[in-house]
């Protein structure tokens, strides 16, 4: 499994807040960008995976804001996976523009099905995912 | 000081995601809701104090997401200051539905100024909030 | 059928932009909101709608700006249906703050299916909101 | 001046609704995102142009929806300038998937300062912008 991908976005105007910066809580999509990357370049679809019923949450996220980013700022995210187990997967980010770090995340994602209700990651995905890694 | 306070809110059809919940970065933005009625409930006015110069940023987030919210939900979201200092402020988050606990969260908040740069909340400031207490 | 209905809403930090303003592409989520709480008030639940199966989608969406709105204004929408025919309706809006004109809008919607493909207004709930007109 | 300009977009989670589809007010940040890499392209920097203080607002915005777009589609935006006046810029947008009409947008933007009120383009920009076309 690939576990570590870096994509670099650019802040649009509409993700930009009246201090003139990119709004808090854009970071979380900025990061959610980076998983749906990061498992595309390791050779996963997670469109697909959804429409077969398997949905993946944000059990829990967290982020460090150190600097801040403004519009049209290119920043790079790097993504990485770092545990992976029978009901959650955690990631850590970090988004820096130029080398300055200007944030660092962390999110756990369980699985749940239509209801929202958690349930086990099936063991034959995991094990494929396991044995990839 | 007014430390705790609790408003409703409906979710908006542009604020789900394709899973039909609350996006999960939208917690943030609500948590955000909170801090401001919170202060206008004790008196304080978040736009006037920022016109003045003073900026308070997020310095960090987080959010543990118990269970989800759908479109039309009313949620309640109770905000609460739980440290208040000379350069941050804390504060805890509950979002609830029915009675039912859909996610807690924490942020701290820090002062800077228009280019982004950390700075000392003004003592005068700093007295008149903690003499409230 | 209720036919007109007006709602206040407070500008959000989340919605504003790096001019100050609230963006334009927020009004649109604003007119939704006043589509919805314009049909609660009428007695209708869209949600529970959409849960039937009957989806409406915006097929066309205009709106001009006047004057623009800033965090923590609060702003007043009136919403109004224009027209009701077999495939679509129509809404028009006005955004006001102090009675000032902010924006006007106009909306044309369509009923689709899952797979977005538009389909008729069954007769019975076309019928249904025109008597009630 | 460069009047028309072509770039792809990866429809994000995060701009998903309820219904599964990109949601209808995203529509018009993308078009945003379409002026401004037309005037990237062509040499400028809107960002330069706004800390230099030249404001470009929305004056009137119009999309008219055909097909929806869902969560990881890759759309292809085309953006034309359709006219350029002194106190105003008239822009074309077609978004396709793969070939098919997805929707198809006009926009007119007019300056302001940073009251929000409206100002003619200066001459020599204008005359600037005129000159390259």
């Known amino acids: ?8 976005l650019r802040v649009r105007y509409s ?3 009246a201090m003139g910066f990119l709004h808090h809580s854009r970071f979380f999509s ?5 998983r749906t990357e990061l498992f595309r370049a390791g050779g996963g679809d997670y469109r697909a995976m959804e429409d077969g019923g398997l949905l993946l949450v944000v059990v829990k996220a967290e982020c460090k804001f150190r600097s801040p980013a403004r519009y049209d700022d290119v920043v790079t995210l790097r993504t990485k996976i770092v545990r992976v187990g029978p009901v959650k997967l955690e990631h850590d980010y970090e988004l820096t523009r130029d080398g300055k770090l200007l944030a660092t995340g962390h999110t ?11 349930q086990r ?4 995905i995991l094990s494929s995912i396991q044995e990839q890694e």
């Open 30 to 34: 900025y990061f959610e960008i980076g």
């Open 121 to 124: 990651i099936p063991d034959e």
């Open 1 to 8: 499994m690939l576990t570590e991908h870096e994509i670099e």
């Open 15 to 17: 993700e930009t807040d």
């Open 108 to 118: 756990v994602l369980g699985r749940v099905d239509r209801e929202g209700i958690v």
